[in-house]
């Protein structure tokens, strides 16, 4: 069956499915664990570091 005709569950268990056999379950785990997508809202939080920042003070923090 084409992935194009396959339900996005589907694509996924046969996604993980390779993902063991190819690298068993350790391997398959510590390579998930490179995608976590962590907490937070960053686009918030990037706010409150900034906002009183011109460009001038983000130039002579990076000197």
Do not use: C, N
């Amino acid at each position: 069956m084409s992935v194009h005709k396959m339900s996005p569950r589907d694509i996924r268990r046969l996604g993980l499915e390779a993902l063991a056999e190819a690298l068993g379950p350790v391997g398959m785990a510590r390579f998930l664990q490179q995608f976590e997508t962590g907490a937070g809202d960053y686009t918030e939080e990037r706010k409150a570091w900034l906002d009183d920042m011109d460009v001038e003070a983000i130039v002579e923090k990076i000197k």
